[in-house]
């Protein structure tokens, strides 16, 4: 079955660095646009980047632009999402998602990521 | 670019039918699809209606969705009523310069 890993989530200082990884199993990664979507602690839903199935385009929320980038390894099967400039906004769950047709389908369990002096 | 509005909270008595609305604030809501996502607690998201009134397979029937240009809204409603619909509900959608945009979020209270 299809499976999203993520990984690399943890606590950090404010102006810091992280990086994230999702493995992607039982689907042909190659073929699927990848998101990153996140959640503040008790807080709803947020898109924060997007990366076509080959890397050709990006896409980021003008709250994380310029701070992170994503990435992507298809023979590896993996998403990145490498984070710069932490601040304590940041703080939340990172979900690894897959596009269908501008539409988030399969999440993964997702990885927390803490901001925090 | 575009904000979705939903209502913050909503309750309903089992077996009963729920409506959850979702409003465009700028933009036409036939313009790009709308969909609805389910996260219970401690679990991710999972997608409930696509397209605007697609239902993945495993979804029951007991979820749809609709839009209505005059209002500028989606709705995703929710009969027979069950404890185990109780959970937070999103709406999605997208368009070439907001890119992807999610509502604030229901929670849909199981009385």
Redesign the interface.
Known sequence: QVQLVESGGGEVQPGRSLRLSCAASGITFRNFGMHWVRQAPGKGLEWVAAIWHDGSNKYYADSVKGRFTISRDNPKNTLFLQMNSLGVEDTAVYYCVTDRSDAFDMWGQGTMVTVSS | NFMLTQPHSVSESPGKTVTISCTRSSGSIAG??V?W?Q?RPGS????VI??DDQRPSGVPDRFSGSIDSSSNSASLSISGLKSEDEA?Y?C?S?DSSS???????TRLTVL
């Open positions: 790009n699809y969909q996502y996260q991710s998201p999972t997608t696509y397209a937070d999103y999605q997208y890119l992807w945009v999610f509502g604030g979020g």
